[in-house]
C-alpha cells in the first residue's frame, strides 16, 4: 500500500482536475450536462485512479490504476480538443493542459516501469 497523497504524481493531478474546474466554468450552461461534466469527470478520473491503485493491495493493482488513469489522459485531451474545436476554451489555455498532461503521462509511465521491475509484471 501506497500513501497517495505522498506521491508527487496524484498531487500534480488534484492540481490538474483543480485547473480543469476553473477554466470549465466559464463554458456555456447547456453544457453543464454535455462537455462540462464529461471533461470534469476525465479530469477527476486521472487523480481518483492513482489513488484507488496506490491504496489496492498489490503493486499489480496499482499498475493497472495507472493504466487506467492514463486512459482517462487521454479521454481528458480528446474532450479538451473538441471544447477548442466548439470555440470553448482557447489554444492557449488547452495547450498549458496538454503541456501538464503530457508531463502527467511521462510520471506515471515511468512509474508503472518501477512497479513492473519491482514485481516482474511484463510490460504490455
Not at 490538474?16 to 462540462?36: H, I
Request: with cysteine.
Amino acid at each position: 500500500m501506497h500513501r497517495f497523497k505522498e506521491l508527487e504524481i496524484w498531487k500534480k493531478r488534484v492540481e490538474l482536475t483543480t485547473n480543469v474546474y476553473r477554466a470549465t466554468a466559464s463554458f456555456p450552461k447547456e453544457e453543464m450536462y454535455g462537455l462540462t461534466l464529461q471533461i470534469r469527470r476525465a479530469a477527476v478520473s486521472i487523480s481518483s485512479n492513482i489513488a484507488e491503485g496506490a491504496s489496492g493491495n498489490s503493486d499489480a493493482d496499482f499498475v493497472r490504476f495507472l493504466s487506467i488513469s492514463n486512459g482517462s489522459c487521454c479521454e481528458l485531451e480528446t474532450q479538451l480538443i473538441v471544447a477548442v474545436n466548439l470555440g470553448f476554451l482557447t489554444e492557449e489555455v488547452a495547450d498549458t493542459f496538454y503541456k501538464e498532461l503530457g508531463s502527467i503521462q511521462r510520471m506515471n509511465f515511468k512509474l508503472q516501469e518501477r512497479l513492473r521491475a519491482k514485481v516482474l509484471i511484463p510490460s504490455t
